[in-house]
């Protein structure tokens, strides 16, 4: 079907491609800020203590909310590619979809990383260390570890998905009749977002998400900054994996129990 000239169907498509890569653009340029603004020399933000972890933590947590918020309604908002994964494993996302949702959700995040970084220039610059610098970034383990980082990353992403497949909506007792909670129902991915990063985030900083640590880690090697730190590639594989991974495995484990 088609109206002014435009295939309905194509549309659709466009506009849930357009909703995966607005929600992860959100999404990223909140978190990379927040990252940017506790990391940077000079900033409003910038000390080195317990609070700041708490602090970026709660600031990722309301960049999942928004990214949510903005994309839901559309797409259903994954803006992760374990997300994605695990939805193509359990059933609820067509393999058609699969191939468009992770590209936008990648570019989402590399435009992000590039804003942050345009809006964070001098800061960056003031910056000595530049282990720092990239960690706005990407992330890092504090020890590394193949089998603990590894673990560490499955474990997150598992938990998010788990949990993010036990959401259920409220309902009329009488009727059983489900009710939508509108905005409110990004609410719960945030929290779980941010009890995630503060119990399980200290080891590797808690990407669980592919693109939010790929995406970025490639804007940051090709950036043109006079000296920056290499991309750490040996390591750039694990938070990609191993969410994919923990989503998968919670996808599985959900559909065996119900």
């Given at each position: ?86 939805l ?9 979809d ?32 530049l ?75 808690y ?12 804007t940051h ?8 730190a ?6 750039a ?22």
């Amino acid at each position: 079907m088609a109206r002014g000239g435009v295939n309905l169907s194509n549309q659709i498509t466009m506009n849930i491609v357009f909703a995966e890569f607005i929600g992860t653009f959100l999404m990223m340029l909140l978190g990379l800020g927040v990252n940017a603004n506790v990391a940077l020399k000079g900033t409003k933000g910038s000390y080195s203590s317990a609070s700041a972890w708490v602090l970026i933590c709660a600031g990722w947590a309301f960049a999942v909310y928004i990214g949510v918020v903005v994309a839901g309604p559309i797409s259903g908002a994954h803006l992760n590619p374990a997300v994605s994964s695990a939805l193509l494993v359990q059933g609820s996302l067509s393999l058609a979809d699969f191939v468009l949702f992770v590209p936008a959700q990648f570019v989402g995040a590399m435009l992000a990383a590039l804003a942050v970084w345009f809006m964070y220039r001098d800061h960056f610059e003031a910056t000595e260390c530049l282990e720092t610098r990239r960690g706005v970034f990407c992330t890092a383990p504090e020890v590394y570890s193949i089998s603990r980082n590894f673990f560490s990353e499955f474990i997150g992403a598992f938990v998010l998905l788990f949990a993010i497949f036990h959401i259920t909506d409220p309902e009329v007792l009488e009727t059983g009749q489900k009710l939508g909670m509108g905005s409110l129902g990004a609410l719960p991915v945030a929290i779980f977002v941010w009890g995630i990063g503060l119990s399980l985030g200290g080891t590797t900083g808690y990407a669980i998400n592919p693109a939010r640590d790929l995406g970025p880690r490639l804007t940051h090697a090709l950036l043109p900054m006079q000296k920056k730190a290499d991309g750490n590639w040996t390591y750039a594989w694990i938070p990609v994996v191993a969410p994919i991974a923990g989503g998968i495995f919670a996808a599985l484990l959900y559909q065996y129990f119900n």
